[in-house]
Structure formats: C-alpha cells, structure tokens
T-cell receptor
Framework: RKEVEQDPGPFNVPEGATVAFNCTYS??????FFWYRQDCRKEPKLLMS???SGNEDGRFTAQLNRASQYISLLIRDSKLSDSATYLC?????????????FGAGTQVVVTP | DTGVSQDPRHKITKRGQNVTFRCDPI?????LYWYRQTLGQGPEFLTY????????KSRLLSDRFSAERPKGSFSTLEIQRTEQGDSAMYLC??????????FGSGTRLTVV
C-alpha cells in the first residue's frame, strides 16, 4: 500500500468551473501537509501548506481531516494556467521537518 | 538567483559509467534532500542531510548510490555502474526549519 494515495485523473475542467480532489495518507503520525504543483517536466513547486483548520489562498482552498487521514484541494474559477499535476505531500512520521512522502499526483486539465 | 541550483540539467551516460550530480541549496537552509522521480510517479525519497550529517538513506537505495554534503553547503549524489533503471529525474530540495521545501530544477539522467 502506498503511503499517499491520489486519484490520478485527469480531471477535465471547463474554464471558470470548480474542481476538487483529495488524497489519503497512511501514517497517522504525519505532522505537516502540503499541496505541490508540478508542470510537465518541471520541478514541484509549493502551492500551499495545509492546516487542520483549513486554509485558503485566493482561488485555492485546502482542508485536512486528521481523523480520516485525508487532504483535499479545491480550485475555484479555474484558469487555463491551472492545468498541471497536483501532488499531495505529507511528512513522514512525527518529524514535521522530515522527509516528504509524495502521492503520484492528480492531473488537472482546464479547457477553454 | 537565490533558489536551489542543480547541475547538470541533463546527463546522458552509457550503462556501467559513473555519474555525479551537484546540488547547491538555498544558503540558510539546514536540511537538504534528494529525491528521484520517474514518469507518472511522484518523487521518491532517496536521502537527506541536516548540515553535513546524513540523517537517513532510503532502503530502496542500492550501494551504488552515495551522497555527501561535506561542509554543510552543497551536496553531491554519485551513482556508480549506472543501469538503465537509474534513468529518472533527480531532484534536490532544501528547507529551513519547518515549512516550505524548495526544489531545484532537477537533473534528468538517461542511461543508454
């Protein structure tokens, strides 16, 4: 079983629509949670950290459910430039500064 | 440029040859991580350092792989006797205390 599981997609989203997806993680001791964005053949870039209280950054909203061990990302008013692979990332175990465990990514394709 | 720098960007090598990659982290970042990513997968942890100390090495890493961070600044990752299965993107990331791992652009290795 993978440490972090994601629906690979692709999620085909009309421009301006809302898309949401989530991931599940297996290590209940994980302390830090992130969403990274990765464009084709580029390095991952931090989109946002995810906090237990939920957090929002512009059109992006992330939620963490520790009891069920899942993390969600919602993108409102999708733009063509949102097309990318979104990686769900958790730290491994109790070290909140430790190595990262990545999901395989969810591909989002925003269409005109 | 104050980001994470990796060199070379691309490397093509013949099977059986040794290769070495370099990573220059963001200067004030204590921790440095190496990951490997193959097509369609999320990055996979290889090893990480806090300053010059190598804190953990993945069980998946064979003895052909070695990494160093001699002065707690830049790091090198060497692969000896390369195999075709080593073909991947090798990503370096650095982090200050908690939150925000910054990735370099990666070194894409092709073993022919």
């Amino acid at each position: 079983r993978k440490e972090v599981e994601q629906d690979p997609g692709p999620f085909n989203v009309p421009e301006g629509a809302t898309v949401a997806f989530n991931c599940t993680y297996s290590n209940s001791a994980s302390q830090s949670f992130f969403w990274y964005r990765q464009d084709c053949r580029k390095e991952p870039k931090l989109l946002m950290s995810v906090y237990s209280s939920g957090n929002e950054d512009g059109r992006f909203t992330a939620q963490l459910n520790r009891a069920s061990q899942y993390i969600s990302l919602l993108i409102r008013d999708s733009k063509l430039s949102d097309s990318a692979t979104y990686l769900c990332v958790v730290t491994d175990g109790a070290d909140s500064w430790g190595k990262l465990q990545f999901g395989a990514g969810t591909q989002v394709v925003v269409t005109p | 440029d104050t980001g994470v720098s990796q060199d070379p960007r691309h490397k093509i090598t013949k099977r059986g040859q040794n290769v070495t990659f370099r990573c220059d982290p963001i200067s004030e970042h204590n921790r440095l991580y190496w990951y490997r990513q193959t097509l369609g997968q999320g990055p996979e942890f290889l090893t990480y350092f806090q300053n010059e100390a190598q804190l953990e090495k993945s069980r998946l890493l064979s003895d052909r792989f070695s990494a160093e961070r001699p002065k707690g600044s830049f790091s090198t990752l060497e692969i000896q006797r390369t195999e075709q299965g080593d073909s991947a993107m090798y990503l370096c990331a650095s982090s200050p205390r908690q939150d925000g791992y910054t990735f370099g652009s990666g070194t894409r290795l092709t073993v022919v």
